[in-house]
């Protein structure tokens, strides 16, 4: 049996939309994959959960229950539209345990399918054991400060190498904003945040008096948009929120051998950067020259390593070695995974001169050139059919100590990066 996906949806800061996200969520993803199992617990004490899914009075038997020392029975109950809750607390009495706890104490309930977690929004015990918990984490953003306030996000997930597992989703949008005359607010605001390296859906939730309104007054239930919102903007983007969470399930490993705590480091640096230094050449598998070679770096997996020169010719050889063999400067491979342009993923490979201008762009023909599929599998840490969307850059030939942070090779590589991030997506090729 898969083991069990969680999704935390949280944000440090409040009233962003995590609650009607993840009620919502809940109730499309069980719409659009009947059979899934779907459940949904709120570290929060506002109760919408409840309000949304209740079919029977509240009982003792409540999310408390999660954090006490011996393992809870019969906290989930079947709800509305076939979706399990768990019934919310007004008070939470904290674990006398480390917050990556939580993930084991989640697996050891009998749960399967889907899990959704609210969080409160604030960094507290809870809402860090489920980022640590969570197989993805969906963050709204509705401005400038909610981005700000990702960072705490992403060093949380940073201490156990997951920040590829986050991903931000501009909410209540109110897509009439301008920024000026040619940039809406929310197009801004997720240019903001690619800038700040943050993974960046391309759905967006917007702002709807509607939606509004089903939460809103003073009825004890709270509505879902699927029913009683279904000819609004927000159903539509509802509906492909819960096709991308299904994508990252069924691309999630079947195993549960990933589950294996990794222990937090407090000193965040240097421990994490080396787990995702990658020792072998991902053309060859034999151990890389750690003096010098063509460094290689996954922007969403923050893989690095180094490529042999003999087996960056073999790579350049499969694409267009006249043009990329001796060319010095940075390649950028764009990968569009299936989860995104289903049922076969996009490669390209992009050649930027050393201050970081695009040259020329190339798309290679996937089929034929498997030393590169197996190769970008390996820089970005998964086999391409399980991507979604993927950058790569391939330096020219360096040595290793040039590298090094504080040396003047290293601020060029990023500065350059980040160029060339932007202008990859200024250009829609990433
Ligand atoms: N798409 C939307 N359009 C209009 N209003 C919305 C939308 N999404 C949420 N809201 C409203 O915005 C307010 C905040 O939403 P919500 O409670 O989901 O945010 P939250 O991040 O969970 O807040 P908190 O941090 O307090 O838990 C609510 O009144 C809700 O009804
Ligand atoms: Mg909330």
């Known amino acids: 049996m898969k083991r069990l996906f969680v999704i935390a949806v949280a944000s440090e800061k409040g009233g962003v939309g995590k609650t009607t996200i993840a009620t919502n969520m809940a109730v499309y993803l069980k719409a659009l994959r009947e059979d899934l199992p779907v459940t949904i617990a709120s570290f929060d004490n506002h109760f919408s959960v409840d309000q949304m899914f209740a079919l029977v009075p509240p009982s003792e038997r409540n999310v408390a229950a999660l954090f006490e020392e011996s393992p809870p029975t019969d ?23 480390p917050p990556e706890w939580l993930r084991q104490r989640l ?12 969080t409160r929004p604030i960094m507290d015990w809870y809402s860090e054991a489920a980022l ?19 960072e705490a996000l992403r060093q949380v997930l940073a201490t156990v190498g997951h920040s590829e597992r986050l991903w931000l989703l ?66 539509r983007q509802f509906k492909q929120l819960a096709e991308f969470v299904l994508d990252r399930f069924d691309a999630a490993p079947v195993a549960s051998h990933d589950r294996i705590m990794t222990p937090v480091q407090n000193d965040s640096g240097p ?53 990329f063999e ?14 995104l ?19 020329e762009s190339e798309t290679i023909v996937i089929e034929e050139a498997q030393t590169i599929k197996e190769s970008v599998g390996c820089m970005i840490g998964q086999p391409m059919d399980r991507a979604y969307r993927e950058l790569v850059f391939l330096n020219g030939y360096v040595e290793a100590v040039e590298l090094r942070p504080g040396r003047t090779e290293a601020g060029v590589f990023l500065k350059n990066r980040r160029k060339i991030t932007r202008e990859l997506r200024q250009a829609g090729l990433y």
């Open 271 to 323: 421990s994490v950067i080396r787990r995702r230094q990658v020792q072998e050449c991902p053309v060859c598998c034999l151990a890389s020259d750690v003096n010098a070679g063509h460094f290689f770096f996954s922007l969403r997996s923050r893989r690095r390593g180094y490529v042999h020169p003999g087996c960056f010719a073999k790579i350049c050889a499969a694409m267009n070695p006249e043009l």
């Open 170 to 235: 501009p909410s209540l949008v109110d897509t009439r904003a301008r920024l000026n005359a040619e940039v809406r607010v929310h197009e801004f605001l997720s240019y903001a945040a690619r800038e700040r390296d943050y993974q960046v859906l391309g759905i967006i939730i917007s702002k709807s008096p509607k939606v509004e309104s089903l939460a809103s007054g003073f009825s004890s239930s709270v509505r879902p948009v699927l029913t009683h919102a279904r000819n609004t903007a927000v159903h």
């Open 132 to 150: 640590l918990a969570a197989d993805l984490v969906i963050a709204p953003v509705k401005d400038r400060a909610a981005l700000i306030n990702t």
């Open 75 to 97: 906290l989930v109950r079947l709800g509305q539209y076939g979706v399990q809750y768990v019934a919310s607390s007004r008070r939470l009495q904290l674990p006398h345990h």
């Open 326 to 339: 001796n060319c010095g400067g940075v390649i950028a491979l764009t990968l569009d995974g299936p989860g």
């Open 341 to 359: 342009v289903a049922p076969d993923c996009r490669l390209a490979a992009h050649l930027f001169n050393d201050n970081g201008e695009l040259l």
């Open 107 to 118: 697996d050891s309930m009998d749960l399967s399918g889907i899990l959704i977690l609210d």
